[in-house]
């Protein structure tokens, strides 16, 4: 049987030009960057190589750019390490964000609430998940220590304005942070014309290595490390740099970047073909997240009255391998924080499906799909019922 | 090959089930139920624990075949948990397993493998099947009888036996171990599971108290006279033929003889007065696909761990109802519970036990 993989959201498969961009680092040129030593300076040639390209595709200089394990640990380290110094520096405590955040922002500011007696305040959103920026206009005030708002949603896709948002938090004096993780690979990510202060990314969304990360953080912004050690990312980020794995990001990055239009223009149509037919093919279906702003690989839905955990289950074994915003491995689906905040009812909230598209996505796989799905969504109403 | 999906428990019998299968050539998928748990309790639950269930996923791992879990929280507690419960308040002792087995695995879960394409369906049980000559499926006792567990699937129709596989029936447990072993499994000396799944390794009075405490009321223990003895704290707490903890005082021991629901009394009396010959079963199952309408020689187990006793079985015009006349009286024949029939080590059919007449006096 074909294996269709349609979870580009999830993770993509390493560009091959990647690959060969990090293989001379694991064996051959092996130094450590901290090191005096020739070995050593030729490591820390490649990360601030690596730094430099990070920082064109940002246009922003290369001391800005931190490099983490992943999009997650960049979140953390924005999140935590800006509260902490924004209390210290102005005695601000209360943070800014939404329930549609990945659980890497919103599980930070959970923990910061609970542990460090910060202040959450859950920003409201629209029925396309998407933050509107006189909400956050209204919220902010004097004691906010920062605002997160992310670029563009895993789950539904939506894309926030997140120019606008930035916008009323420098006039307010307040620092603003996004989690571009999911936008990175087709949202143009120029931290200066997005005016933001901390931007996060993830190597492995946009077909570089899985574990490795950035943060980009406006020079003067004042940020307290959440890993302390040996001094290295400007005292940032301790800890030996993943020499390779930094090469395969900037790499990654680099030709994400050049290539976006294209593959933008490669997906669109795919996508826009998926979302047209089931909403019309399948009763009871209904797009989440923004019609237009939205990524141009992602197509999200709910059924009613689906258990969307077996609508994946039905999906892989046809050969097919998507996701939901209840996935959930030991059968104890939930609708998810992002789907639930969207105002859907449980017997929607359960049942939703996200198909994310790629690089080696063909028009084929696609009809292949549209022909499945709507048997396999009736299937699982029917085995939802008895 | 065939597709075949293995309901999987993270235990080593449905694990050395995929094994089995996996060696002899099929397309083996894992599926796994999350069955329904009492809040707070998820941890203990006997069949889902994340421990059980990061197990399965271990195995499904090794043997590279593909795993899903389905929730099957909300149809087990409306079917099973309300039969144990019903049953109870019934002034019986309902056997779950049959109620699961029946509607939950070999019904739900089916329906799932066949939606994910799947020819057949296996399982972890200790039965064999084989097909007779004129193409009926046929149960039969697993080659260990200690471990044998036909009398739980006697429930099973023609139609779903001919979806059934039970690869590891045709060994003995310790075999069973040393394959799982042999494959480097770490499920291979995980002891066995007991008890019912959703009691999580707790007695059922509890169970019962917390989640429908209307059934435990206090009443009247009687001979079968009608004569008052003393108080009972609710008939549930009770197991026909039980001796010990009635708090009566009486020259000769006093045991539990029957349950009346009706009047909320428990029947005790002497030893003697213990046991039946006979007994009356309803929801008849013909496991073996030939509906009897003659009374036939069997040997029937009332009970799990009974002993199969020889008996004569009746039919009743009523195809779904025999009577049974045991060579000799019987002990513990509790009413909620199985009485499977069975020709050597092949079963016959089932029904249910139902309270017999003369103790609804």
């Known amino acids: 049987m074909n294996k269709v993989y349609m979870d580009y959201a999830a993770t993509t498969p390493l560009d091959q030009r990647v690959f060969e961009a990090m293989r001379p680092y694991f064996s051959e040129n092996f130094g450590n960057p901290s090191s005096i030593h020739r070995y050593g300076q030729q490591a820390e040639a490649a990360i601030e190589t690596a730094r430099e390209k990070v920082a064109a595709v940002l246009n922003c200089s290369p001391g800005e750019i931190i490099f983490t394990s992943c999009g997650t640990e960049s979140d953390n380290l924005a999140i935590r390490g800006a509260a902490l110094a924004m209390r210290e520096k102005k005695g601000a405590n209360l943070l800014l964000t939404s329930r549609a955040e990945h659980h890497a922002v919103s599980k930070t500011a959970e923990q910061l609430e609970k542990y460090y007696q910060f202040q959450v305040e859950w920003l409201e959103l629209d029925k396309f998940g998407v933050v509107n920026p006189a909400v956050v206009e209204k919220a902010i005030n004097s004691s906010t220590a920062v605002v997160s708002v992310m670029y563009a949603n895993n789950e539904i896709g939506s894309i926030n304005p997140i120019a606008e948002i930035a916008e009323i938090c420098r006039q307010r004096g307040v620092l603003f942070h996004t989690d571009a993780v999911q936008a990175a690979a087709y949202l143009p990510v120029d931290v200066s014309k997005l005016n933001v202060d901390m931007l996060s990314l993830g190597g492995h969304k946009f077909y570089g290595p899985k574990g490795v990360g950035a943060l980009y953080v406006r020079k003067g912004t004042a940020l307290i490390p959440s890993q302390t050690g040996g001094g290295q990312e400007f005292g940032l980020r301790a800890g030996t740099q993943n020499v390779p794995y930094i090469v395969g990001f900037a790499e990654a990055l680099r030709l994400s970047a050049e290539e976006r239009e294209a593959r933008s223009a490669h997906v669109r149509p795919l996508r826009d073909r998926l979302i047209g037919s089931i909403l019309e093919e399948i009763p009871d279906s209904r797009l989440t997240g923004h019609s237009e702003l939205r990524l141009p690989q992602h197509a999200s839905f709910v059924f009613k009255d689906v258990d969307g955990n077996l609508l994946l289950t039905l999906l892989d074994a046809a050969g097919f391998a998507c996701s939901s915003g209840s996935a959930c491995k030991t059968g104890n689906p939930e609708p998810s924080e992002v789907i639930t905040s969207l105002g859907l009812s449980r017997d929607w909230g359960l049942g939703s499906l996200r198909i994310t598209l790629g690089a080696a996505s063909i028009p084929g796989e696609v009809a292949a799909l549209l022909k499945a799905l709507p048997e396999l969504v009736q299937q699982t109403r029917a085995l939802g019922r008895n | ?200 390794g707790e007695d059922y009075r509890g169970f019962l108290q917390r989640n429908s405490p209307q059934i435990l009321s206090d009443g009247e223990i009687v001979d079968r006279t009608g004569k008052v003895l003393g108080k009972h704290n609710g008939l549930p707490n009770y197991t026909i033929g039980q001796r010990k903890g009635l708090g009566l005082t009486s020259p000769e021991p006093l045991y539990v003889l029957a349950k009346d629901a009706a009047t909320n009394t428990l029947i005790v009396g002497e030893a003697g007065e213990l046991g039946a010959s006979e007994l009356q079963a309803v929801n008849v199952n013909w496991t073996a696909g030939i509906t009897r309408t003659e009374p036939f020689r069997a040997f029937v187990k009332t009970r799990y761990t009974a002993a199969p006793a020889p008996a004569n079985v009746m039919p009743a015009s009523e195809p779904t109802q025999v009577r049974i006349k045991f060579d000799t009286p019987q002990r513990d024949i509790t009413p909620g519970q199985a009485a499977v029939f069975y020709e050597d080590d092949l079963v016959i059919g089932g029904g249910l036990i139902v309270p017999s007449i003369e103790e609804n006096l």
């Open chain 2, 1 to 200: 090959m065939a597709k075949v999906v293995v309901a999987m428990s993270g235990g080593v019998d449905s694990s050395v089930a995929a094994v089995l299968l996996k060696q002899q050539g099929h397309d083996v998928t894992g599926m796994m139920l999350r069955l329904w748990s009492e809040p707070g309790k998820e941890d203990s639950n006997r069949c889902c624990t994340p421990d059980s269930m990061a197990q399965a996923r271990r195995v499904a791992a090794v043997l590279d075949i593909p795993f899903y879990v389905i929730d099957a929280k909300e149809i087990f507690h409306k079917t099973v948990v309300a039969y144990f419960l019903d049953g109870y308040a019934n002034g019986q002792t309902p056997n779950p397993c049959l109620a699961c087995n029946r509607q939950i695995r070999w019904e739900f879960l089916l329906n799932h493998a066949l939606a994910l394409g799947a020819d057949f369906m296996a399982t972890g049980h200790y039965v064999r099947k084989q097909v007779s000559s004129d193409g009926r499926q046929l149960l039969l006792r697993a080659v260990d009888p200690a471990k044998d567990q036909s009398y739980v699937l006697h429930v099973l129709t023609q139609e779903k036996l001919a979806r059934a596989l039970f690869p590891v029936g045709e060994y003995k447990k310790s075999e069973i171990r040393d394959l799982a072993e042999a494959q480097g499994l770490s499920v291979a000396r995980r002891p066995d599971s007991q008890d019912l799944c959703f009691l999580a």
